[in-house]
């Protein structure tokens, strides 16, 4: 709590020297109860403050001015087995942890210039109802960092990452052919009356430093086991945690991440649609992603669609053997009703609208404001989740937010 304070009070003392903007916020998590239908067990009032999702910390400190400015988010986690040794910390489990989830300094060299050192966060379009990952992003969650250049002149914007977090982003051996380069990014949008349309492109999206393994999380079928082709040749590949997790292929560009995205705005209707794939020797598969929202009057609506399908590659090899179709389609939407005191809301998502099983979440809530505090709590049932994925799971969750 010293700590903190003390860090209040240097970022009041900045405000007055260098007239600098700060803000920050806590958030705090917890559950009513929840009720979990294959053991059937039930519980009351559980307090646990765990957020290590970048884009949902729970405290935020932010400083700029017109030419710098940093942003820190920190998060508190309980050790559920070997993350405290991996970050370096307590190694007693059980122990709740507080560390920096996210850290950036940026400057401006000239107006149309920003350079950014730390983690950054870069989408060609986001929908804005879970915030889930986006598969045409940098951020969104992962631990990435390195360096950023951003350069905006009138309606163009241009920007060039590369990830450099605990490695290098470039490494040449002698006596090996390829170097080795770290996950890199190009992002480029043009705004006009006509909407914004953008293109992104990045190198190496599934490898770390050209020598790790990639995954697919948009991917969750249990596969598991040894997996051989039509040839009876063995397919390399892992799963964890429903990820597939392949051995990239040789050769300093190992994969490619690519898409092009259309934005607008007609009379108050938010819309965006994003075409994009992936590649490496060969191409493997492809994700369009629509978004819409708007409001009429008291009455708000969203919803989000993108199917993904797998073409010729190692893990429809993987899927096919498995007798698991290679086509998926999320689908997520949002309905609200804004009354006096307060936002009353359902929604929906779900990974797989036409998977065999029914596995989704359903959210009934409100959110609103009392005083300087947000709340949102909401009434939460999860279908096909746990180890007998025919029992149902409810709870009543809850979030405060105050920024200050």
């Known amino acids: 709590m010293k700590k903190i304070v ?12 260098f007239a600098a903007d ?32 970048y884009a949902n910390p729970n405290m935020t400190f932010s400083v700029s001015d017109d030419k710098a400015g940093a942003t820190v988010k920190l998060t508190t986690d309980t050790d559920k087995g070997g993350i405290q040794q991996e970050w370096g910390m ?11 989830e996210a850290q950036t300094i940026w400057f401006r060299p000239v107006d149309a210039v920003k350079i950014s050192l730390g983690n950054v966060d870069v989408a060609l379009n986001k929908e804005s109802i879970k915030w889930t990952d986006s598969v045409y992003a940098v951020g969104d969650g992962q631990e990435r960092a390195g360096y950023a250049l951003s350069i905006g002149v009138d309606s163009f914007s241009l920007d060039i990452g590369m990830q450099a977090w605990n490695t290098t982003w470039f490494d040449k051996v002698d006596g090996v052919d390829d170097p080795a380069i770290g996950e ?67 050769g300093a560009i190992k ?23 992936y590649m490496d020797d060969k191409f493997e598969w492809i994700r369009p992603e629509i978004f819409i929202g ?63 099983k029914f596995t989704s979440e359903i959210r009934i809530g409100a959110e609103g404001n009392l005083g300087c505090m947000a709340y949102d709590a909401w009434l939460q049932i999860n279908t096909g989740k746990g180890a007998d994925q025919d029992k149902v799971n409810v709870s009543l969750p809850f979030q405060l937010k105050v920024n200050f």
Do not use: M
Not at 6 to 17: D, E, F, K, N
Not at 200 to 207: A, K, W
Not at 260 to 274: E, S, T
């Open 6 to 17: 003390g860090i209040l009070a240097a970022a009041a003392i900045a405000t007055s020297v």
């Open 22 to 53: 700060v803000s920050a916020s806590t958030k705090i998590d917890g559950e009513l109860f929840s009720y979990d239908g294959a053991s059937k067990s039930f519980s009351l009032l559980k307090e646990f403050n765990g957020s290590h999702v």
């Open 90 to 100: 307590s190694k007693e489990r059980g122990k709740t942890l507080v560390g920096i």
């Open 184 to 250: 890199t990014f190009v992002k480029a949008a043009y705004s006009a009356d006509f909407g914004t349309i953008g293109a992104y492109v990045e190198l190496n999206r599934y490898s770390v430093n050209g020598k790790g393994r990639r995954s697919y999380g948009f991917w969750e079928d249990p596969l598991f086991g040894e997996v051989k082709d039509d040839n009876g040749n063995t397919i390399d590949y892992t799963v964890s945690n429903g990820l597939f997790n392949i051995k990239p292929k040789d």
């Open 255 to 277: 994969d490619v991440v690519f898409a092009a995205g259309y934005r607008n705005n007609f009379d108050g209707i938010d819309l965006f649609v994003n075409v994009g794939g």
């Open 294 to 356: 708007g409001n009429v009057d008291a009455f708000g609506y969203k919803a989000f669609v993108a199917p993904v399908i797998f073409f010729d590659s190692d893990v429809k090899d993987a899927l096919d053997a498995k007798d698991c179709k290679a086509f998926r389609c999320q689908l997520l939407f949002r309905v609200q009703y804004a009354l006096d005191a307060a936002t009353v809301y359902a929604r929906f998502d779900d990974a797989d609208i036409l998977a065999k």
